[in-house]
């Protein structure tokens, strides 16, 4: 997105082979890019290109590294350090920066996202985490609900959804649109309640969360 030598930011995405995954982080990047007025580079760890090896002969000089993930997984814990060892293999310094997961910013998000849609952030919502192993993806979104989400907000994992009375708005608790979105939206279709449509990387709230990282 940018000419060398210019440093700046590279988020660094998971990649998904549904093109609007990446659709998604270019318009965080071209968003970013006008508030911080850095050079705003992607790179994503599967799925599509660039790689961080590809974004690399690009960057120069300070580079603030932020990982566009909302839930601890491998990826955060592996993936991303290596991500960032690899974009600093042409010279320049590379700032690794937390995941946007957990920051009191996402819950902001959400309620951003259901108030354009139409619905009381107040009334409640069931937010449907991705799936990992170890179950740490939901632990950590039902950690931050505890801690600054109102009572009437719950996380669930997508096997858990017909335990969850449709009686609320349900939504992904994605970045962006893409096979969870999807299929949380086709069990909202079918059970009569109202599903929250979109990502949370499209919210000013996230993009707030973003900026926050690039500069912290």
């Not at 009437?152 to 609320?168: K, V």
């Not at 096979?179 to 979109?198: I, Q, S």
């Amino acid at each position: 997105m940018s000419d060398r030598g210019a440093g700046g930011v590279v988020l660094v995405a998971h990649g998904s082979p549904d093109p609007r995954h990446g659709q998604t982080m270019v318009r965080t990047a071209g968003r970013l890019a006008e508030r911080c007025g850095s050079d705003v580079h992607v790179a994503y760890l599967e799925h599509e290109p660039p790689s961080a090896t590809e974004v690399a002969p690009a960057l120069d000089g300070p580079v603030a590294v932020v990982p566009m993930l909302i839930t601890p997984a491998y990826h955060a814990r592996v993936d991303i350090p290596e991500a960032a060892e690899q974009l600093g293999s042409h010279g320049a310094t590379v700032r690794l920066q937390p995941p946007l997961g957990g920051h009191p910013g996402l819950v902001e998000a959400v309620a951003e996202r259901l108030e354009v849609a139409g619905h009381d952030p107040g009334d409640g919502v069931v937010l449907v985490a991705g799936g990992n192993s170890d179950g740490s993806a939901l632990q950590a979104l039902r950690d931050l609900l505890a801690a600054h989400a109102p009572d009437s907000w719950r996380g669930c994992a997508l096997t858990e959804l017909d335990e969850q009375p449709p009686d609320r708005p349900v939504m992904a608790f994605t970045l962006a649109e893409g096979v969870l979105h999807d299929r949380v939206g086709e069990w909202a279709a079918g059970h009569g309640a109202p599903f929250v449509r979109g990502g949370l990387a499209d919210t000013e709230a996230a993009l707030a969360v973003v900026l926050e990282r690039v500069s912290g």
